[in-house]
């Protein structure tokens, strides 16, 4: 804290580089712009405009860490990604295969209320978080369960608001311990279930973001889709709802599955209806775009390979489809493949569905 550093760039406003200084104001974890993923982040009070991202962060002479984001909000705040996170990722990729930082795949809150930790049998010198969701497909599934108290982790004690400490008198956020391991390690942690600890250790095999059921931001990847007649369909991603300005601007229903939304054994992702190309088929059935599809033909939907598979296995003479509020899509089985023709035609579209 309060470093001297300087900041190299090119950024808006002239062709020649760019140096700036400033000191580090703050060591905490913040959400990353680029990813959307909540990682270890140095608050720095040098200039960082558009063109400044990716460039060094010097401190006698060395890289200390790698300007990349700004906030639009007030002057002179800006964020460098810190040795630690660009030190793991050198080592990751080391082998020409990047794997990820790792995560427990859980969800947890505080337990900075008194009522809380007495209802789950914590004796007063005890501090932890409890685990409120673990995401399908984690090892930690077989070890910890919901309702179980984090009390430690690597050794570090885990206070009622979710950090440990950090750099003597300093405190971080407990994931951190997490997010410097790698893929296919281990964390030793401290549990109390049912007023009983117990140390446990939780291999780390999925990544961050795991457990999501909207991704964070993906990049190099083809949308993934599936049309029908004239009905576009779409798993929620980040990159869907960045069409919109601001985040402010989503459909509220679309944001809450965003920034609450976790998968369960019955549903891995939100089918969102992106577009109605217009058609005779499609007629009065506008409104419904950006409306979350639940079921087709009577069929529950928990992935985009669910609703295909619903209406390519459907003999019926309609398709049925249904949002999470009730209303209902009827097309005429027999009409579709002559008007999905003439609608790809039309619209200039090569398929009826993504390559994956």
Known sequence: ???????????????????TEGVVSRVEHTRYSHSGASLLACQIDA??????SGGPVIKDGNIVGIAFQGYIYAQNIGYMVP?????????D???????????????WQV???????????MNDTQTGVLVTYIAPGATVR?????????????????????TIPFRG?????????????????????RILRNGRATDVTVPLRIPLGSGRLVPYTQYDKVPTYYIVGGLVFQPLTMNYLQIWDKIDDVPAHLANYYYN???????????????ILGDELTVGYDDFKDHVITHVNGKEISTIEDLVKAIEGNEGKYHVIMDEWGNQIVLERGKIDQAQRKILEKYKIDAGRSAD
């Open 1 to 19: 804290m309060r470093d001297k550093i300087v900041v190299y760039g090119f950024p808006m406003g002239g062709e020649e580089l760019s140096i």
């Open 47 to 52: 200039a960082i405009n558009p063109g400044n």
């Open 261 to 275: 939304g976790k998968q369960s054994d019955g549903r891995r992702q939100v089918i969102v209806l992106t577009k």
């Open 93 to 107: 990729s080391a082998d020409g295969n990047y794997n990820g930082i790792p995560s427990m795949g859980i969800a």
């Open 169 to 189: 008198t300093e405190r971080i956020d407990f994931t951190d311990a997490v997010h410097n391991k790698f893929m296919g390690e281990a964390v030793r942690c």
């Open 142 to 162: 077989d070890i910890v369960q919901t309702g179980d108290v984090l009390l430690a982790i690597e050794g570090r004690p885990i206070a009622n608001d979710g």
């Open 83 to 91: 040795a630690p996170i660009i030190d793991h990722f050198l080592k």
């Open 111 to 121: 337990m900075e209320n008194p009522g809380l930790r007495a209802h789950f049998q």
